[in-house]
Each structure stands twice: as C-alpha cells, then as structure tokens.
C-alpha cells in the first residue's frame, strides 16, 4: 500500500530516523472505518526510538538551523511538488484510513500542498529579513534583529485531518530551520508515513525530518519530555493537552496548544435561509462532525427558527451517508469504534437531559458494518447539557432560538472554548458588530469554513495556546535575538 520498504510478513515501518526506514518493537493495528477490516500492520516505537530520533535530530540541527532560508524553501517547494505527484494516492489513502468521504480528502491532500508552498515563499523571504536594523533612543548604540530557529521540535498531530495537521506544523517549523520529531496518531498513520516518503525522496538532509509512530503512552509521552526537544506543538484533546503542557513543563520547554471548540452558528431574521441551513450542515457534518471548529451549536432568531429548523430537518435527512469511495456520498463513517461509542453516549446523555431529538442519532439503514451514524440534530436542549456545553466530536446539531443580537452574542461567548463562530446576515454592519464582539479566533460571515494557509489559526480561552497558519506559524518556531553595540 505504501511506498515504504514492506517486510515480507507485511508489518510496515513506522521509524523514519535519521534518513532510514525501521521498524520498532511495538505493533499497531490499522482499520479501515467505513468496513472494520484490518488495513495495515504498523511496527512503532517506543521510548528508546524517542531518543534516537531526538539524538539524530539534535546532530542535524546546527547545519540545518544555520542554512540559508532559500535553500530551505526549495526543499518545501519539493515536498508539495511530490504531495502533488501522489495527489489521488493520498486522497485515496485518507479515505482508507479515516473515512472521510472522496471529495474531503481531496481537499486535505490540495490543502497540504498549499501549506508547504506557501512557508516556502516565507522561508525564502527569511535571509533578506535577516540582521534588520532595530531603531533605539540613544545614538550611543546600534541594534540589530535576528530571527533563529527554536532548536529540534516535537510535533504531536491528530487523527481527524491526517497529513493537514502535520503540514501546518511541519512546514513552519523547516521553513524557520528547525529539525523535527513527528509522532503522527496511532490511529490513521498512514498518510504521514507516504509524507515520509516523499520526504525521503525530497532531498532534505538526513535527521532534519524524523517520524516515529506509536501510542500517547509509549511515544507521546517521552516526547514531551525530553529535554533534548526545544518546543512541542500538539494538536488534540483537552485532556491530552493538559497532559502534554505538564511534561513539557519538566523541562520548561515552549509549547503551542490546538484543541477543543465548542463553536456556535448565529442566523439573524435577515438571513438567506438557504444559504444558513447549507452553512449549518457543513460546520455540523463535514468529517462526520470530527474537527475542532465544528459549529455545532446554531442560534437562531425566534422570527425564522419554524422555517429554518423545517428547512434544515429536512436537508439533514438528504445527507447521504455511506461507503466514502461511492458517488454522491456527503458524510463518511466516524473514525473508530471507541469514537463511535463516545458520540453514541453523548446522544444518549442529551436525551436523558431533556433535550429533544429532531433527527438522527442512530445507524443508518443498511450499513450493518463501519462506524457509521446518521446526522444528528436536537432542539430544546438545556444549557447546562453535556450535550451544549462539551465537544462532541461527532454529526451533531444543537439548535437553539434567540430573542435578540445581544443574546444570540451572550449564548455563543458562554463557553470554555473560542475557537471559531460563524454568522448569516445580509446587514454588513451588524456582522462587523456581531464579529468583533465574539471571542473567536476566526469569524465566518456568510461564508463556509473556508481556511487560507496565508490567514492565522488558534482560539480564544481553552482553545488554544498560540497560532498556527501564517507568519504566526512560522513565529512559533523561531526565538527572536536582539545584538545590540556600542558604537
């Protein structure tokens, strides 16, 4: 299936250290979702392949760090042009692996692609930026300004956007001249290891790039403390997260945090109602309702919520769920079993909490096998409802009514998290208002969920701890120098 060096007994390598394929002592078992058949057997590592990937990582470090910033991005240039060269390989794996349907696949592998393009423009824009001048208030000294990377990182990435993630991390942190151990999830491995492949093939020097697979346990956690590993970037759970910021702490290391979300949809009585109800179905289902910035909450003006929910109830039940690889399929299947049980259980909660079922919450028929559930939508649920208040990771809508603008803003900024919010309105000042008055760090108005590698990506209160996308990015793994003499 992969581009790897496969054993005869068919276990794949899950060690790319040090510009060599391995394979580690521990054994991972990947499904495919859609089916619950086995797709691969992955050898992973361990704590000691921690170490070896830092030690490897910390050799190539200093030549690389020192490098030019061009040299750095024609490397990224080659890494998206081979991303691209295996485009329908890898929409195709994604779908494997994750159960995503075809065309959001397709969308993943373009958007890995625009990523490493885009901090290659960056990092070759680095060496002009390089030793700027810094003004001061005495004429007795003259400043200058270096930006140099952070040192040998460790990236910990998820399992609802495979590849994504990693590129939204990975390629920053080349581009800056840092070197980089990448622990991908257990759970859909294997789009990051064809990305270590066409690494492999991309040029880059032995030991900047290095992937080690394996569980939370046995490689997260060695990976967060090593006091070898200068910064750690991670994207998951809260839980997790928590976790992760503790071991970094041992050895006061920086960290960036992406996590939950908890994310409302406002749709004011002006609204294009068929425009809402489309913007509602993608910020609840699109990857079955797996993703950080799902709008999962949607508010909704007293003066039209008969109409849409009627409107919405009924496009909800035209979701076509079933095989990803089938035409005309809109929603795939969830991404494992203890996923599935997971949002199983959380429907079941909001049930008992009073909170009434309008659609969904079950199977779909005919789909016996596969991790499959109908799009979920609820009403009347209470506020103080799991179901409201907590990430559910999976296709489900809650719908709520508001009275007024600055109800509808209360409700949406009545939570833990702030990463996104979306808002449907044809009054271009009342979405200026509304926008700026949520604690989001993305605003949608009028507009699907729509990323841009160029525009920044992180949220308010719990959501997360610094930005990713954009110059941000690219600041997150470098440290700032100040060279200041007298004159």
């Known amino acids: 299936m992969l581009s790897t060096a496969t054993p005869q007994d068919g276990v794949l390598a899950g060690l790319y250290i040090d510009g060599h394929w391995q394979r580690g002592d521990a054994t991972l078992q990947v499904i495919n979702p859609a089916t619950e058949e086995a ?240 913007l509602a179905c993608g910020g609840g289902f699109f990857n079955a309702g797996q993703m950080c910035s799902a709008t999962s909450r949607v508010l909704v003006a007293e003066e039209l919520a008969e109409d849409f929910l009627a409107r919405l109830k009924a496009r909800v039940e035209a979701i076509r769920v079933g095989d990803p690889f089938e035409a005309g399929v809109e929603m795939g299947s969830l991404v494992n079993q203890a996923q599935y049980q997971r949002v199983c259980r959380h429907i079941a909660q909001g049930l008992q909490d009073g909170a009434r079922l309008l659609s969904g919450g079950e199977r779909p028929a005919g789909l016996p096998r596969g991790y499959f559930l109908r799009p979920t939508l609820f009403t009347e649920v209470p506020l103080d409802s799991a179901l409201w208040r907590e990430e559910i990771f999976g296709p489900v809508l809650c719908v709520r009514r508001f009275a007024s603008e600055e109800e509808a803003i209360a409700l949406a900024n009545d939570s833990e998290f702030g990463l996104v919010a979306s808002l449907v309105s044809r009054d271009a000042a009342r979405a200026e208002r509304v926008a700026n008055a949520l604690q989001a760090g993305t605003v949608w108005v009028n507009a699907p969920q729509v990323i841009f590698p160029q525009a920044a990506w992180g949220g308010y209160k719990r959501s997360s701890i610094g930005r990713e996308l954009g110059p941000w990015g690219l600041s997150a793994f470098q440290e700032l120098k100040h060279v200041i003499r007298a004159l």
């Open 39 to 278: 797709l691969a057997t992955v050898a992973g590592g361990d704590a000691a392949a921690v170490e070896q990937a830092v030690a490897a990582a910390s050799a190539a470090f200093p030549a690389w760090g020192r490098g030019s910033g061009a040299e750095r991005g024609a490397c990224l240039r080659r890494i998206a042009a081979g991303v691209e060269a295996r485009r329908e390989r890898l929409i195709e794996l994604q779908s494997r692996n994750n159960g995503k349907p075809l065309s959001e696949s397709a969308i993943d592998v373009d958007d890995v692609i625009a990523t490493f393009n885009y901090y290659a423009e960056l990092a070759e824009a680095l060496d002009a930026q390089q030793d700027s001048a810094v003004a001061l208030p005495s004429a007795d000294f003259a400043a200058r300004l270096r930006r140099e990377p952070c040192g040998v990182v460790g990236l910990i990435v998820p399992w609802n956007f495979p590849m994504v993630t990693t590129a939204w991390k990975l390629a920053p942190a080349l581009a800056a001249g840092c070197c980089v151990v990448l622990k991908p999830s257990e759970v859909t491995p294997l789009a990051e290891l064809e990305l270590a492949d066409i690494i492999a093939a991309s040029g880059l020097p032995s030991g900047v790039f290095n992937l080690v697979c394996g569980t939370g346990l046995a490689v997260g956690a060695p990976l967060a403390g090593h006091p070898g590993v200068a910064k750690l970037s991670f994207t998951g759970s809260n839980a997790v997260g928590v976790q992760v910021m503790q071991r970094a702490a041992e050895t006061v290391k920086g960290v960036s945090l992406e996590l939950g979300g908890k994310s409302s949809l406002l749709v004011f009585e002006d609204a294009d109602l068929d425009l809402a109800v489309e």
